[in-house]
Protein backbone atom coordinates (compact mmCIF):
# COMPACT_ATOMS: atom_id res chain seq x y z
CA UNK A 1 0.00 0.00 0.00
CA UNK A 2 1.17 3.32 -1.00
CA UNK A 3 1.38 6.48 1.67
CA UNK A 4 1.50 9.91 0.32
CA UNK A 5 1.58 11.78 3.80
CA UNK A 6 2.47 10.29 7.22
CA UNK A 7 2.75 13.04 10.21
CA UNK A 8 1.72 12.74 13.72
CA UNK A 9 -1.84 14.50 12.85
CA UNK A 10 -2.85 12.87 9.93
CA UNK A 11 -2.06 9.31 7.72
CA UNK A 12 -2.90 9.19 3.76
CA UNK A 13 -2.91 5.96 1.88
CA UNK A 14 -3.91 5.21 -1.76
CA UNK A 15 -7.19 4.03 -0.46
CA UNK A 16 -8.11 6.33 2.76
CA UNK A 17 -7.78 9.07 4.47
CA UNK A 18 -6.82 9.02 8.38
CA UNK A 19 -7.16 12.24 10.61
CA UNK A 20 -5.95 11.39 14.15
CA UNK A 21 -7.43 13.78 16.18
CA UNK A 22 -8.63 12.71 19.49
CA UNK A 23 -11.29 10.41 17.48
CA UNK A 24 -10.17 8.76 14.80
CA UNK A 25 -11.62 9.96 11.50
CA UNK A 26 -11.41 7.88 8.55
CA UNK A 27 -12.36 8.86 5.17
CA UNK A 28 -12.29 6.49 2.16
CA UNK A 29 -10.48 8.54 -0.85
CA UNK A 30 -12.41 6.67 -3.55
CA UNK A 31 -15.60 8.48 -1.66
CA UNK A 32 -14.27 11.81 -1.66
CA UNK A 33 -15.83 14.21 -3.76
CA UNK A 34 -15.64 17.94 -4.88
CA UNK A 35 -12.77 18.22 -2.68
CA UNK A 36 -12.03 21.73 -1.45
CA UNK A 37 -9.72 24.18 0.26
CA UNK A 38 -11.17 27.25 2.65
CA UNK A 39 -9.27 30.05 4.97
CA UNK A 40 -11.34 30.86 7.95
CA UNK A 41 -10.22 33.54 10.36
CA UNK A 42 -10.36 32.13 13.84
CA UNK A 43 -10.60 34.34 16.82
CA UNK A 44 -9.02 33.64 19.70
CA UNK A 45 -8.56 35.09 22.97
CA UNK A 46 -4.62 36.67 24.02
CA UNK A 47 -2.45 38.72 21.95
CA UNK A 48 0.82 38.28 20.23
CA UNK A 49 3.59 37.96 22.82
CA UNK A 50 5.57 41.03 20.95
CA UNK A 51 1.98 43.35 21.86
CA UNK A 52 2.54 42.66 25.32
CA UNK A 53 6.31 43.04 25.37
CA UNK A 54 5.70 46.20 24.15
CA UNK A 55 3.02 47.16 26.49
CA UNK A 56 4.38 46.32 29.59
CA UNK A 57 8.07 47.88 28.70
CA UNK A 58 5.53 51.27 27.81
CA UNK A 59 3.61 50.79 31.00
CA UNK A 60 7.62 50.17 32.88
CA UNK A 61 8.39 53.64 31.34
CA UNK A 62 5.55 55.27 32.70
CA UNK A 63 5.84 54.10 35.51
CA UNK A 64 9.67 55.02 36.31
CA UNK A 65 8.83 58.58 35.03
CA UNK A 66 5.92 58.66 37.44
CA UNK A 67 8.65 58.39 40.41
CA UNK A 68 10.18 61.73 39.28
CA UNK A 69 7.13 63.67 39.31
CA UNK A 70 5.66 65.44 42.17
CA UNK A 71 2.19 66.09 41.34
CA UNK A 72 -0.47 63.47 42.55
CA UNK A 73 -2.68 63.92 40.17
CA UNK A 74 0.26 63.24 37.21
CA UNK A 75 0.99 60.18 38.80
CA UNK A 76 -2.22 58.54 38.96
CA UNK A 77 -2.67 59.84 35.28
CA UNK A 78 -0.14 58.19 34.01
CA UNK A 79 -0.27 54.99 36.24
CA UNK A 80 -3.85 54.89 34.80
CA UNK A 81 -2.52 54.78 31.36
CA UNK A 82 0.01 52.07 32.14
CA UNK A 83 -2.99 50.00 33.40
CA UNK A 84 -4.84 50.19 30.56
CA UNK A 85 -1.91 49.61 28.11
CA UNK A 86 -1.68 45.96 29.75
CA UNK A 87 -5.10 45.60 29.88
CA UNK A 88 -5.56 46.32 25.83
CA UNK A 89 -2.71 44.25 24.95
CA UNK A 90 -3.63 41.51 27.13
CA UNK A 91 -7.60 41.09 26.46
CA UNK A 92 -7.76 42.16 23.01
CA UNK A 93 -8.80 39.23 20.78
CA UNK A 94 -6.70 38.27 17.73
CA UNK A 95 -7.94 36.61 13.80
CA UNK A 96 -5.88 33.32 13.70
CA UNK A 97 -5.95 31.98 10.31
CA UNK A 98 -7.49 28.33 10.17
CA UNK A 99 -6.87 25.82 6.74
CA UNK A 100 -9.74 23.40 5.61
CA UNK A 101 -10.05 20.25 3.51
CA UNK A 102 -13.77 19.79 2.95
CA UNK A 103 -15.60 17.37 0.95
CA UNK A 104 -18.65 15.58 -0.02
CA UNK A 105 -17.89 11.87 1.55
CA UNK A 106 -20.75 9.14 0.67
CA UNK A 107 -23.40 12.41 0.17
CA UNK A 108 -22.60 14.58 3.41
CA UNK A 109 -20.99 17.33 3.43
CA UNK A 110 -17.33 16.61 6.08
CA UNK A 111 -14.15 18.79 7.08
CA UNK A 112 -11.53 15.77 5.99
CA UNK A 113 -8.41 17.97 7.78
CA UNK A 114 -8.32 21.55 9.28
CA UNK A 115 -5.24 22.89 11.07
CA UNK A 116 -3.94 26.46 11.55
CA UNK A 117 -0.35 25.73 10.40
CA UNK A 118 0.03 26.46 7.13
CA UNK A 119 3.30 24.07 6.18
CA UNK A 120 1.55 21.22 7.74
CA UNK A 121 -1.74 21.55 5.62
CA UNK A 122 0.12 22.16 2.29
CA UNK A 123 1.71 18.95 3.13
CA UNK A 124 -1.40 17.15 3.87
CA UNK A 125 -3.28 18.57 0.20
CA UNK A 126 -0.47 17.55 -1.60
CA UNK A 127 -0.31 14.19 0.01
CA UNK A 128 -4.08 14.35 -0.67
CA UNK A 129 -3.93 15.20 -4.24
CA UNK A 130 -1.79 12.72 -5.02
CA UNK A 131 -4.02 10.22 -3.64
CA UNK A 132 -7.05 11.26 -5.42
CA UNK A 133 -4.82 11.48 -9.10
CA UNK A 134 -3.77 7.74 -8.07
CA UNK A 135 -7.58 6.83 -7.66
CA UNK A 136 -8.60 8.70 -10.90
CA UNK A 137 -5.89 7.17 -12.71
CA UNK A 138 -6.83 3.71 -11.53
CA UNK A 139 -10.40 4.26 -12.40
CA UNK A 140 -9.15 5.20 -16.19
CA UNK A 141 -7.12 2.31 -16.40
CA UNK A 142 -9.59 -0.23 -15.22
CA UNK A 143 -12.44 1.55 -17.45
CA UNK A 144 -9.56 0.91 -20.69
CA UNK A 145 -8.78 -2.27 -19.88
CA UNK A 146 -13.14 -3.37 -20.17
CA UNK A 147 -13.45 -1.45 -22.96
Not at 34 to 50: F, L, N, S, T, W
Not at 64 to 89: C, E, K, Y
Not at 118 to 138: H, I, P
Request: net charge positive; no cysteine.
Amino acid sequence: MRVFYRGHDAVITETQFLWLTGTLRAFDIAHLHQVRVIRRDVKIAGPRPEVVASAVLAAAGIGVSAMFVDALLVRLSLAGVAVAMVAIATFRRRAVPSWEIRAIHRGREVTVYSTRDLTMFNQVKRGLKRSLENVGAARYRSHAAAA
